[in-house]
């Protein structure tokens, strides 16, 4: 399967799937990097391992939908058959929504549906949550509602602060978004309303 991958910063998570497709672990192939940020460090990390990295200039569009058709047409042109959105910090609009319809997944760094948004890991340490985490979800119109596919726990520490907690959490990123990436691409998630049932293999 090809996997086009929307970035637009330090691109951590797109090194876990580069990882865990370069071990075997994830039998797909990641066919684009898309950045909306020219310096983005994962245009990098991409470059790095051959990867087709590219950057699409919203300044150069007078609207999201004829932004987003720049980049259907670079979805296109490589054959992405799944997107991945890994730190990318543009809300998609209907324009690749509907044309990646259930194709499209996020990762967000909190036990969704608490503290959706942005800073999500300072927001729960903030709140004085005692476990925290990240989520694994389909994106949909809604800004990180969409279904759940993986989360996993977080402990909160006494002496944590919110980067130390961002960056435990960001390990376990590290582990589901490859997990649900493999699931999708071995056909095992099935979308029944707000519930993704995954098939045991
Ligand atoms: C991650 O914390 C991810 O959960 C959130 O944005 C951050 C991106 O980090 N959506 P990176 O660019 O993958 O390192």
């Known amino acids: 399967m090809n996997i086009a991958v929307l970035v637009s910063g330090r691109g951590s998570n797109l090194q876990a799937i580069i990882d865990s497709i370069e071990s075997g672990y994830l039998k797909a192939r990641i066919s684009v990097v898309i950045s909306d940020i020219e310096n983005a460090y994962a ?116 002496d944590d602060t919110d980067e130390t907690l961002a960056d435990r959490i960001l390990e376990q990123e590290h582990k589901i978004y490859p997990e649900a990436v493999k699931l999708f691409v071995e056909n095992r998630l099935r979308i029944e309303g707000r519930k993704v049932k995954i098939l045991q293999s």
């Open 43 to 158: 245009l990098g990390r991409a470059k790095k391992h051959r990867i087709e990295a590219v950057f699409v200039d919203p300044e150069k569009y007078s609207s999201k939908d004829l932004y987003e058709k720049q980049v259907l047409a670079v979805l296109k042109k490589h054959n992405a058959e799944l997107i991945l959105l890994a730190g990318y910090m543009k809300i998609l609009g209907k324009t690749l929504l509907s044309a990646y319809k259930n194709r499209i997944l996020n990762i967000h760094p909190a036990l969704l549906p608490a503290f959706p948004g942005l800073h999500a890991q300072k927001q729960a340490f903030e709140y004085g949550v005692k476990v925290a985490g990240c989520t694994v979800h389909f994106v949909d119109e809604t800004l990180d509602c969409g279904a759940i596919i993986l989360q996993r726990c977080v402990e909160v520490k006494e």
